[in-house]
């Protein structure tokens, strides 16, 4: 599984960005998705997830309420919908896939995640 991430950009705070993360291969349909994302000087965090069949989310604590994940398999498509954005949100923003079966749980540790893209940087200023 190749994954390319895109649409990052520079906003003001308080703006809103809708991240995408396409797939190439076939095994898209059959894996959880996350998002995860690393600031300068910080280590990669955890931001959200979705099961394979969409069903279920997870989402860190610092981005419930303001971002939403979806997936669209048909697409091969996972998207990062994010809103109020702050300061604090600035960093380069990762999707990966964990190719699972269907009962598994959503991870937050991102070594249980096999695949990932070279991120997208999403800054936002003040």
């Known amino acids: 599984v190749q994954l390319q991430a895109s649409g990052g950009g520079l906003v003001q705070a308080g703006d809103s960005l809708r991240l995408s993360c396409a797939a190439s291969?076939?095994?898209?349909?059959?894996?959880?998705m996350a998002w995860f994302r690393q600031a300068q000087g910080k280590e990669r965090e955890f931001v959200a997830a979705?099961?394979?069949?969409?069903?279920?989310?997870d989402y860190a604590d610092s981005v419930k309420g303001r971002f939403t994940i979806s997936k669209v398999n048909a697409e091969n498509t996972v998207y990062l919908q994010t809103t109020s954005l702050k300061p604090q949100d600035t960093a380069r923003y990762y999707c990966?896939?964990?190719?699972?079966?269907?009962?598994?749980?959503?991870?937050?540790?991102?070594?249980?995640?096999?695949?990932w893209g070279q991120g997208t940087l999403v800054t936002v200023s003040s």
């Open positions: 291969g076939r095994i898209f349909s059959r894996s959880h």
């Open positions: 979705i099961s394979r069949g969409g069903g279920t989310t």
């Open positions: 990966a896939a964990d190719w699972s079966i269907l009962t598994a749980p959503l991870y937050r540790n991102q070594n249980e995640y096999e695949y």
